[in-house]
C-alpha cells in the first residue's frame, strides 16, 4: 500500500503534558486555594482550567463537535471537581495521543467556540501545558522543567505581532521586557504577559 509522503506528523504534547503530571502529583490539599501568577485563579482553579482545556483540545484534536469545543471560556473561575488527581493525568494521556495523529492536523476544528486549523489549535494546546506548567510550578514551589522543543514552539507562537493584548478580551499581557540573554524559559514566560520571577505572596 502507498503511503502519501506529504502527511504532517503530528504535534507532540508528551514532553509538555509530562511536566504537569508530575506537578500535579507533587501538590497537597494545603496548595489549593494558594496565589498562581493568573491573578483570578487560585491553584484549584488553574487546576480546574488545565482540566477543561485538556477535554476541550483533545476534543479538538479528534474534530468533535459539542459543548467541550463550543462552550467559549466561562467568565467565573473554573471548579475543580473531588476527583481531579485521578481524572487529570488519564486525559492528558488521551490527549497526546489524540495530536499525535496527523489527522489532527488537517482541516479546521474547534476549541473554546472558537474555529481554527487544526494545525493552530494544536500549537496552541501545547503552549497551554507550557505556559499552565509553569504557572503551577511557580505557585506551588516546584522546579519548572519544560523541554526546549515545546519552549521554543511557544516562543515562536507568542512572539508580538499585530494582535492587541491590552484589550480585556485579550488572552495574554504584553511582553514582560527581559534581558536578551535570559534563560529560555524566562523569555518564553515574559512573552506571556508573566513575570518570571513571580512568586506566591508578590
Known sequence: METNSTTMPGIDLGPAARQVQE?????????????????????????????GLTVAFRDAA???S???????????PP????????????LLDELVAAWRSPAALEGMTRAG????PGEVAGMVA??????????????TGQEFRADEASLRASEAMLEPGDDDRSGPDAIFGPPVPVPADAPLADRVIALSGRRPGWRPGD
Open 23 to 51: 506537578l500535579i502529583g507533587a501538590i497537597d490539599d494545603g496548595q489549593l486555594d494558594g496565589p498562581t501568577p493568573c491573578p483570578d485563579y487560585a491553584v484549584r482553579e488553574l487546576l480546574g482550567h488545565l482540566l
Open 62 to 64: 479528534r474534530k468533535k
Open 66 to 76: 459539542g459543548p467541550t469545543t463550543g462552550t467559549p471560556p466561562a467568565s467565573a
Open 79 to 90: 471548579a475543580l471537581p473531588a476527583d481531579w488527581r485521578t481524572a487529570l493525568p488519564p
Open 113 to 116: 467556540g472558537v474555529d481554527l
Open 126 to 139: 501545547r503552549n497551554e501545558l507550557v505556559v499552565h506548567g509553569w504557572d503551577l510550578a511557580r505557585a
